[in-house]
């Protein structure tokens, strides 16, 4: 899903790196304000209209960094109050993790089907001739269509010899499996938040940046300098291979020790519970004459069943994900911690503001951008073994196909239910609207926002075919 090496990616990531940086060295809010003019003065290449809009774009992107919705902050709130704002919030995710930022959004063209400058003006007439509300009509030797008129059926690219007409459809609206995005009354493209299940493909899919994530980037590390008490980082298995090559899992979890956690667990080692409780719940849903259930695991995944499949949310298994799992687990052990997640995913910082035990979630990209702030060089660390002692099959959740894989030996031997991976949200809308039909032909329906499961999530750092390996190797060690 990412694009790891853009031009977006490196200006989200130097500023990702300087909050971090200046919360770190405990001057964020005397020396953010300062920020938007130096960043821009070093910048070579210009993107906008003029530096006031480079500026504007650069102070809502820190905002965004900090947290903060545009709900807090007023419009001429300073960078300094917004800092002092989100560092006196209490360490919670926010309800919907992603921001358009509007100032950002280009108001790409709507039009569906435009006719270029290939257009011949042909005898045949092809595009006329199809229409069926007779919306293209000959001007100046060129075929034009009647917006008016036009039902964007389509008819009119597909018969033109030429390929003079094209499809265009906004890159974060045809990203969006969702549809969680539409268009105000300026054509600026609007989150529906009421919609959006955060999957953040959003994210990488818009080519001028204007959709990103909140962070507590500065919250974080604000609590880890204060010692005030344990904090736990909780780090998913797709974290292999997203500090190099050298970054190993004993390497890393040196270096979160030396940033200030107290402890660090991998969450695989509890997701065999999941898979347990998965496992039991299939078998007792199987005899009480159920047609499926739906793996929990994924939270964009059970929210696209429960704002756009309604009548299928009694189908997600009841069982929590191995995160909220393990963070009960801890929290029972010791009531006072702060327990942070580590993970791929943009969507977990939905499913953390919702949970009682996780205070905060940071992304390997997050955390990548934190190590850079504070020179802590993973790759510099001995590597002490694994995270945890946790099984293969609890890992292999990491990847698309590896719930299905761990229930099936839960299940045992011999057992005849028939399972489904949806990989990816495209995938998972058709399985379910076929579900709804009732023509799954599936009892158990493992459900993946992305493309290849968590290793490609929106907040790695490797491509996912290195991760996948990467991954496999992990499971097998």
């Known amino acids: 899903m990412p694009n790891h090496n853009s031009e977006i990616a490196r200006i989200r990531r130097e500023i990702y790196t300087a909050i971090a940086d200046m919360a770190y060295r405990g001057s964020l809010s005397a020396e953010i304000d300062d920020f938007p003019d130096k960043f821009i003065s070093l910048q070579t290449m210009r993107y906008r209209c003029c530096e006031h809009k480079e500026k504007a774009i650069i102070k809502e992107r820190l905002r965004v960094a900090l947290g903060l919705t545009v709900y807090e902050v007023g419009k001429h709130t300073t960078l300094s109050e917004m800092a002092k704002i989100a560092l006196s919030k209490p ?66 690219e597909r018969n033109c010899p030429f390929r003079a007409i094209i499809q265009v459809t906004r890159p974060c609206e045809q990203a969006c499996a969702a549809k969680a995005i539409t268009r105000d009354q300026h054509n600026a493209a609007v989150i529906d938040c009421e919609v959006c299940v955060n999957c953040a493909a959003c994210i990488p899919a818009c080519p001028f940046g204007s959709i990103t994530a909140y962070t507590q980037i500065a919250q974080v590390i604000t609590r880890l300098k204060q010692t005030s008490g344990p904090i ?23 270096a979160l020790l030396a940033l ?8 695989a080692k509890d997701a ?45 298994s ?69 995270l945890d002692q946790a099984d293969a099959l609890s890992r292999g959740f990491a990847k698309a196909g590896g719930v299905s894989k761990a229930i099936s030996c839960a299940l045992g031997d011999g057992h005849n239910v ?57 499971c097998q060690s």
């Open 91 to 156: 360490l919670k995710s926010s309800k919907c993790a992603l921001e358009m930022l509007s100032v950002a959004c280009d108001r790409c063209p709507f039009e569906k089907y435009i006719i270029t400058d290939a257009c011949r003006n042909c005898v045949a007439h092809h595009c006329c001739v199809v229409c069926p509300k007779d919306a293209i009509t000959i001007v100046h030797n060129r075929a034009y269509i009647d917006r008016n008129r036009c039902v964007e059926c389509g008819l009119c």
């Open 272 to 316: 065999h519970k999941v898979v347990t409780e998965e496992a039991h719940e299939l078998r007792e849903r199987i005899a009480a004459g159920d047609t499926f259930m739906a793996s929990s695991c994924c939270p964009s995944f059970r929210a696209m069943i429960k704002t756009q499949y309604p009548e299928l949310a009694g189908s997600v």
């Open 232 to 254: 736990h980082a909780l780090v998913a298995p797709s974290f292999v291979g997203q500090f190099g090559p050298r970054g190993t899992p004993g390497a890393l979890r040196s």
């Open 318 to 386: 009841s069982a929590p994900s191995p995160m909220a799992l393990q963070a009960a687990l801890i929290r029972q052990e010791d009531p006072q911690a702060t327990i942070v997640f580590i993970g791929p995913c943009i969507a977990k910082k939905t499913e953390a503001a919702n949970s009682a035990f996780v205070d905060a979630v940071l992304t390997f990209e997050e955390l990548g951008c934190i190590f850079v702030a504070t020179n802590i060089n993973v790759a510099a660390f001995e590597n002490n073994g694994a």
């Open 418 to 474: 028939t399972m489904r991976v949806a990989n990816g949200l495209e995938e998972a809308r058709d399985l379910l609207k076929q579900a709804v039909a009732g023509k799954l032909d599936a009892q158990f329906l493992e459900g993946m926002a992305c493309v290849g499961g968590c290793i490609a999530g929106p907040g790695t750092l490797i491509k996912p075919n290195v991760a996948e390996k990467l991954l496999e190797r992990y």
């Open 260 to 267: 200030g956690f107290t402890a660090v667990h991998e969450v």
